[in-house]
């Protein structure tokens, strides 16, 4: 990736929680916004960031598993994102998806610098989380993706909007196979901050949840080694 943009480009990176931003780091030319999981907060992040000087925006974080052969912590170098703006499927047939194309060069050198572990796929992009096996399966069947998060399709939107190039890093989570648990989902504050005390709220509500809970976490550590990796990738470039 190394030269891949000029010394005067500044990058915009647009991610759901505060953790991610912590994992992918800060730079000279990097600023970070946050969605917290709202589709409205990453568009405006978004815009916010190509406001203040951004010539690269970007979608950096955590996604959803939809192919099984992508296990917790394999990261995601997107050659397209599409968008899905209706109910989450649980069955159907493959549809049309044209979305978004990431300009090919970016691709290329993003996967050449993450190395052999990095794979090349297309992102969805969706307005509210996935969080069962069947759905995900749905979603890859229907769309071809890999992967699934709630900012990379927004970031897409305004950048081509803007006239500006883009891309996105996306590492798996939650696998296709994990259903995510409504704990999980409580633990999501509104400035992107995760709770302690709301996990155990819900779990009191919902103890059987625990152990899809304790898996959950397991595999996100792994999925945020991997973020600080490609936080490391991505900054070096624009240090």
Do not use: Y
């Not at 589709?39 to 000087?53: F, Q």
């Not at 989450?88 to 044209?98: D, F, H, I, K, M």
């Not at 069962?132 to 769309?143: C, F, G, I, N, V």
């Amino acid at each position: 990736m190394a030269g891949m943009f000029s010394t005067s480009d500044r990058l915009g990176i647009v991610t759901g929680l505060a953790a991610e931003a912590r994992a992918i780091g800060s730079a000279s030319r990097l600023n970070i916004g946050l969605s917290a999981a709202n589709p409205t907060r990453a568009a405006d992040a978004a815009r916010k960031l190509i406001a203040e000087g951004a010539t690269v925006v970007a979608s950096v974080g955590l996604a959803a598993g939809l192919d099984l052969n992508h296990a917790p912590g394999t990261i995601i170098i997107a050659d397209r994102v599409v968008a899905w703006t209706g109910a989450l499927p649980t069955s159907g047939p493959p549809a049309e998806n044209p979305g978004f194309s990431v300009a090919p060069r970016l691709t290329t050198a993003l996967a050449e610098a993450h190395g052999d572990g990095a794979k090349v796929g297309t992102l969805v992009g969706l307005n509210e989380a996935v969080t069962s096996p069947d759905e995900k399966l749905a979603l890859m069947r229907q769309t071809g993706a890999a992967a699934a998060d709630m900012e990379s399709h927004i970031v897409a939107q305004v950048a081509e909007e803007a006239g500006v190039p883009w891309f996105a890093v996306r590492i798996v989570a939650d696998p296709s196979n994990r259903r995510v648990p409504p704990a999980a989902l409580a633990a999501l504050g509104a400035e992107g901050d995760v709770s302690v005390r709301r996990v155990l709220k819900a779990l009191a509500r919902s103890p059987g949840d625990l152990p899809d809970l304790l898996s959950l976490a397991l595999d996100t550590a792994q999925a945020m080694r991997q973020l600080k990796r490609a936080g490391r990738v991505i900054r070096a470039e624009f240090d």
